[in-house]
């Protein structure tokens, strides 16, 4: 199978056939997420939540993410990668968001880069898609803008802003972004951006009519045990699975039925003789 492309997911919508995208952050479970046929898969700057422990997205740097962009890099053989850009990494000036956006290309080994925001953000997506570097859009609830937004709320349930994130979503596709993420939309928002765009939708709590899905993988595999969106489908329980592995483990070590002889390795007798 080809590396997933932006033509590949433009085709997709033209068909409607749907496009599918999870975040992954470490080696072993993008190999995972590849293998599955999952077409794009986000380093998401989730990873401050569900990998570093932070209460919010903010605190994530570019290292940070390079760091990870780098592990799922070397293990998507067939999805496209995504590297989200990070607070304050494109919002200082166009030169910095530019040289940013080519770090998660040229160190990170990504296909394409995602960073937040609407009608503000058009200069600065211009001038990376100007680097040769392909661009997702994201609007709707955008982590980054927390404070701003006075938490994680639901964005587009009244007229003012439903009419703000079309404006937004249509800035974004002029700008020539190749597909955007609608994150915590009404149903029926995200619908009407979807029909009014040739560039692809991607939804997080956007509803079914959207192009596309992306869920941070380690809420939808019940791996986290921190705050839980309503927009989340867990498809595995995994974090009770994990606990009992665990305590397993423990109790083995500790009565000392672990390791048993079969994970242990041979010395030849007369090579033990000599020692003694
Ligand atoms: O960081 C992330 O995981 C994201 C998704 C929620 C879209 O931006």
Redesign the pocket.
């Known amino acids: 199978m080809a590396r997933i492309t932006t033509s590949v997911l433009r085709d997709k919508k033209a068909t409607k056939q749907k496009i599918t995208m999870l975040?992954s952050y470490d080696y072993s479970l993008a190999a995972m997420v590849d293998s599955a046929g999952i077409d794009m898969i986000?380093v998401?700057?989730?990873?401050g939540n569900v990998i570093l422990g932070y209460e919010n997205?903010l605190a994530v740097t570019m290292d940070d993410m390079i760091h990870h962009t780098r592990a799922v890099s070397r293990a998507a053989k067939n999805a496209m990668v995504v590297g989200?850009m990070p607070f304050l990494s494109y919002h200082v000036s166009i030169p910095e968001a530019v040289r940013n956006a080519g770090r998660f290309i040229q160190e990170g080994g990504a296909q394409a880069v995602?960073l937040?925001g609407g009608q503000e953000r058009v200069d600065t997506i211009k001038a990376i898609l100007d680097a040769q570097i392909p661009v997702v859009g994201?609007i709707g609830l955008t982590?980054q803008s927390v404070h701003q937004f006075g938490g994680f709320k639901v964005q587009g349930k009244d007229l003012e802003t439903a009419r703000k994130l079309i404006k937004d979503a249509k800035a974004l596709e002029e700008a020539g972004v190749f597909s955007i993420?609608l994150?915590a939309v009404p149903t029926d928002l995200a619908k009407r951006i979807t029909e009014e765009l040739t560039v692809p939708t991607?939804g997080?709590g956007a509803g079914h009519y959207c192009d596309g899905q992306?869920l941070?993988i380690n809420d939808m595999l019940g791996m986290f045990g921190g705050h839980i969106p309503k927009f989340v489908k867990k498809y595995a329980d995994l974090q009770p699975i994990i606990m009992e592995a665990l305590q397993a483990y423990r109790r083995e070590v500790e009565e000392g039925s672990f390791p048993g002889p079969e994970h242990g390795y041979t010395i030849a007798d007369d090579v033990l003789e000599k020692l003694y």
Do not use: A, N, Q
Request: charge should be negative.
């Open positions: 975040t986000l998401g700057d989730s990873l997205t989200d995602k937040e994201h982590p993420v994150e991607i997080i992306v941070v």
